[in-house]
Nanobody, 114 residues
Framework: QVQLVESGGGLVQPGGSLRLSCAASRSIFSIDVMGWYRQAPGKERELVATISTTSYTNYAESVKGRFTVYRVITQNMMYLQMNNLKPEDTAVYYC????????WGQGTQVTVSS
């Protein structure tokens, strides 16, 4: 069982930055894959970024070069650093972990608007 809690969302102007945090209820050392997904109004949930146990990362084309996913294993935390935010990044962002099965956080709202 893994419980995930996101934080760090909010309102930011275009070109700004935010860092999302995902706190896990247990050690993330052996969790196969963790990642971030997002869902905009009227759209399906989509992958943003993932990170594996070997720290291999994968990004959606739309965020490459702007977003960085990383983990701090000793803190059981995963982060998503988002730079040069665009209005189209507006969505609810969800933390995801796969360990025998998939687990989701409750989501955090990110709004990019002037």
């Amino acid at each position: 069982q893994v419980q995930l809690v996101e934080s760090g969302g909010g309102l930011v102007q275009p070109g700004g930055s935010l860092r999302l945090s995902c706190a896990a209820s247990r050690s993330i050392f052996s969790i196969d894959v963790m990642g971030w997904y997002r869902q905009a109004p009227g759209k399906e949930r989509e992958l943003v970024a993932t990170i594996s146990t070997t720290s291999y990362t994968n990004y959606a084309e739309s965020v490459k070069g702007r977003f960085t996913v990383y983990r701090v294993i000793t803190q059981n935390m995963m982060y998503l650093q988002m730079n040069n935010l665009k209005p189209e990044d507006t969505a609810v962002y969800y933390c995801y972990a796969h360990h025998q099965r998939g687990y989701w956080g409750q989501g955090t709202q990110v709004t990019v608007s002037s």
